[in-house]
DNA sequence: GCCAACGTTGGC
DNA sequence: GCCAACGTTGGC
């Protein structure tokens, strides 16, 4: 009998302006494709499994933070978009055999009644460590503990299910 | 394997 | 728009 993996927390970035929580909530699932970065290609196609959950993180908004939470709901795959030349980010590295870059499906579960912003984080010790707050951090997937997940949670006025 | 040049990310 | 930080590329 296997183990029972336990679930894993992740912080997954995206500018609103080309994909927020909002269309999320709309289209209540998406592939979240396009990541172009290995450490987070990586963490997507080896340690993201049906039933994690991840903060939605806008960036390059005003302002930047945590708007609502999704989860993981298909197993990692080959991301398409490498491969269409008239996607923006189609890679000419990928190819049919090799399509290099992976993604994970993932659905809306909540937009927190409160955004949870960049500043709230750095303001308050208890964030300490997380990754999202290191100098020069530009990781698009993150891993986060469960208990800074939470505290995001409840900063963001929103409790999940147990 | 080194490292300069270049491109991108993302906060401000 | 600026620019610091970081990743990738390519000459050597």
Known sequence: MMAKSARKYWLLKSEPDSYGIDDLQRDDKTPWDGVRNYQARNSIRDDMHVGDLALFYHSSSDPTGVAGVME???????????????????????????????????????????????????????????????????????????????????????????
Do not use: Y
């Open 72 to 162: 993981v709901v298909g197993a990692s795959r080959f991301d398409p978009t490498a491969l269409d030349p008239n996607d923006h980010h189609f890679d000419s590295k990928a190819t049919a055999e090799n399509p290099i870059w992976s993604l994970v499906d993932v659905k809306f579960i909540a937009k927190f009644p409160k955004f949870v912003t960049l500043a709230d984080l750095k303001g308050d010790r208890r964030f300490e460590g997380m990754l999202v707050l290191a100098r020069g951090s530009r990781l698009s997937v993150q891993p986060v503990t469960e208990k800074h997940f939470c505290l995001v949670c409840e900063l963001g006025g929103w409790k999940p299910r147990t």
